[in-house]
């Protein structure tokens, strides 16, 4: 039996646990995960100092090692992720729907756990609590697989995680960090059939297509975010520069973040040097089409490649549009489906935007970022998919479960 295997057999034989452990035992273990984060959080700083030497020792870039950075605050909101998800209403056994045939048979649709979740995740070690706290409050093991840059801070969390999970009487086994992060461990992953239900690949495109293009579980899309504003010729231009600020600097390296700004002819020549002005404090480099280096001399040349990338860095396309109707299509050429903004004060324009722009999150007057879980008042998500199957959107709890029909009878035969 290989190291993957092996995992994923403890996880298969500990899943019935938590699959029928009632709302109070998971939330009584939940809080107890919180509560050994904090108590531990010297430990898990000292073990997060070393991924962060380890990672630029080998040139990592600042945009990814911010993403890999624990602080004293960011423990403490997974500690708070970690309670918000107890909180929240537990799925599991939920009724969806009900009704009685006309034979008398009466059939009730109810959530059900999906079983064993697999997450393959990059250097953002808060992903393993996250995971861990979705997953086991909707009644899945999980099987957590983070990036090499992360090792240390992931297996301190999910060692921390697992003695707090025993103490409340549950198997440690609902939760496995794979240890081994190289590409051989990852393949084996993607072809647990028999033993993981779903797997989910959170992170960048490279990632997120080596696993679709190679998995033989069931794979759910999530991630890639190239998020645009439209600043919109009716546009407040306070407004616009609030929100594009927020949304390009706020956190330059998660999915939510914008790379591209589209703003109207008519607002371009008094707006764009004002918004260059804004985030050149942050040292935002630009990438733009001929009409916007005209205004802006500094912007680099944008073509095909800018258009179409998702920076997670401090860096900007833009392009000058004649419309709602050029910024629509222009969307819809270089969307990844996440994210998608238009500032307005025109409701026609804004209803036009909301119905045209196929995204999962399709935003009026406000910044790309709030697609969180947290913001949506999910708790902790898993992802954000971008897929149409069968979830779209931050993924929390219920998109963690599936549905069982539940049928009664009395002697019916057909």
Not at 74 to 83: D, F, M, P
Not at 119 to 144: F, M, Q
Not at 309 to 331: K, N
Not at 377 to 391: D, R, V, W
Request: glycine share 8%.
């Amino acid at each position: 039996m290989t190291y993957i295997e092996d995992l994923a057999v403890r996880a298969k034989t500990a899943k019935s646990a938590i699959a029928n452990a009632s709302t109070r035992e998971k939330n009584r273990c939940l809080l107890a995960m919180a509560d050994a984060i904090r108590e531990e959080r010297a430990y898990l700083l000292e073990q997060n100092a070393l991924d962060l030497q380890s990672g630029r020792e080998t040139g990592m870039k600042e945009g990814l090692l911010d993403r890999l950075t624990l602080t004293e605050e960011r423990l403490e909101g997974i500690c708070s992720g970690l309670r918000q998800v107890a909180a929240l209403e537990d799925p599991v056994g939920v009724i969806d729907g009900g009704w009685v045939r006309p034979n008398g048979l009466r059939i009730v649709k109810t959530r059900v756990p999906l079983g064993v979740v697999g997450i393959i995740y990059e250097s953002r070690p808060n992903v393993t609590a996250d995971a861990a706290a979705l997953c086991l409050k909707s009644g899945n093991a999980c099987i957590l697989r983070g990036g090499k840059e992360a090792l240390c801070s992931n297996r301190a969390l999910a060692e921390v995680m697992r003695r707090a999970i025993a103490r409340t009487g549950l198997p440690a086994d609902i939760l496995q960090l794979v240890e081994d992060p190289s590409r051989e461990t990852a393949a084996a992953m993607m072809r647990l059939n028999g033993y993981l239900d779903v797997l989910i690949p959170r992170g960048g495109a490279g990632l997120i297509r080596t696993v679709v293009q190679n998995a033989t579980v069931p794979v759910i899309e999530t991630g890639v975010g190239n998020c645009h504003i439209y600043v919109e010729k009716t546009a407040d231009p306070q407004m616009a520069l609030e929100i594009l600020d927020n949304a390009k600097t706020s956190r330059v390296s998660v999915c939510n973040a914008a790379e591209s700004l589209l703003i109207d002819e008519e607002l371009a020549a008094g707006l764009l040097p004002v918004m260059k002005a804004r985030l050149d404090r942050c040292g935002v480099t630009w990438y733009g089409c001929p009409r916007t280096r005209k205004i802006l001399p500094e912007a680099l040349p944008a073509g095909e490649e800018e258009y179409g990338r998702e920076f997670l860095d401090y860096a900007l396309s833009c392009r000058v549009v004649s419309g709602v109707q050029e910024a629509i299509a222009h969307i819809a050429r270089y969307s990844t489906g996440h994210s998608e903004a238009i500032v307005t004060n025109d409701l026609s324009a804004a209803e036009r935007f909301l119905n045209e722009v196929d995204a999962a999150a399709v935003y009026v007057n406000a910044s790309t970022r709030f697609t969180d879980g947290g913001e949506f008042g999910f708790g902790a998500e898993i992802g954000i998919s971008t897929q149409k199957l069968h979830a779209r959107g931050p993924m929390g709890l219920r998109e963690l479960t599936t549905v069982k029909y539940k049928i009664y009878g009395n002697g019916q035969i057909r």
